[in-house]
């Protein structure tokens, strides 16, 4: 099978030397042609970890129009600051590139519409990296709420918290308007619009955690409202239990989901409270504990499917709608925004 000829663009986002890793992880798929290094020419807030250049020891550094103009490069993966990601995707959307951009699309929705209407006119595969799309549990949420497994939905309740990155990370978040829902609660949108659709409004409440500067958003909480459901948001980078504490709980007319943590990677199953009411959907009444095997590595799942999206095995899970709605959601519940 032929391999995709892939291309890094940026070190710099948060999610890039995972994304890195997972690329030099799969050699059967991808064939990682050069990655740009974008240390000296980013100008937007940025997470830069001491240690960074370490996870690309092995790079074949490239520069940017050598990316661009790579002959028969099949895709990128677009790894820049957030608010340059879609500056520069558009770049590779005009050289009819398919691309994985990670999250969240920048601070200019019109800006984000027309690359993700530029992608569809082109026909080209365009991959969003909210992580997590490729979690077994999620997807089990998703088939549930669409299926009323738990009836209808009444709540979700769900975070982001976390307690890592020190003050460079606050620092850092203090320079987004909107705060920790912008960098870190567009993952839980993405679920949440992917199962329950578009809500009729959001309501923001950016709060700075005890001890912070009052311009440092990271205490945040967002509401989305649906005809008779209502979702509660929540993300703080304050919070001791770290990133193990973050949690879901969907309560429905028939029955509740929950758990905790959202994601492990340790070989260790993740378990998945179902309580309900009645027998449904071929599930007896009363209490579940389902397990769900997780792949070590988050990012997999996605990468695959974008490999399998360009060879033509398969159609993109999530449309171009869909990713719209999900930022325009995002920002909506950073208070940047009006439904």
Known sequence: MKKIKIAQIGITHEHAPGKYATLKNMPETYELVGVYNDMDTYSTPAYIPPSLL??????NWM???????????????????NNELVPIAMRCMERGLA?????????????????????????????MGYMFRGNPAFQFCIKAIREKLIGDVVEILTDMNHNYGGEPYQEYIGKFPGGIMYNLGCHLIDFIVAA????????SFMKSAPGCASNIFNNCTAVLEYPTAHVILRSCSK????????????AGTKGTIQFSPLERFDNVPLEVSLMLKEARNGYPAGSHTLRFPMDSDRYRPQLKELAEVIRGERKQTY???????????TLAACGLHNL
């Open 54 to 59: 370490n996870a690309y020891k092995d790079a």
């Open 63 to 81: 520069s940017l129009d050598e990316i661009l103009n790579y002959p028969d490069l099949d895709a990128v993966a677009v790894e820049v600051p």
């Open 99 to 127: 691309m994985h951009m990670d999250k969240p699309a920048g601070e200019d929705l019109a800006l984000y519409k027309q690359l993700l209407d530029g992608c569809q006119a082109k026909k080209l595969p365009f991959q």
């Open 196 to 203: 329950m659709g578009r809500p009729e409004s959001a309501a």
């Open 239 to 250: 919070v001791a239990s770290c990133t193990p504490g973050r949690s879901m709980i969907i």
């Open 319 to 329: 449309s171009y709608e869909h990713d719209y709605i999900v930022h325009e959601t």
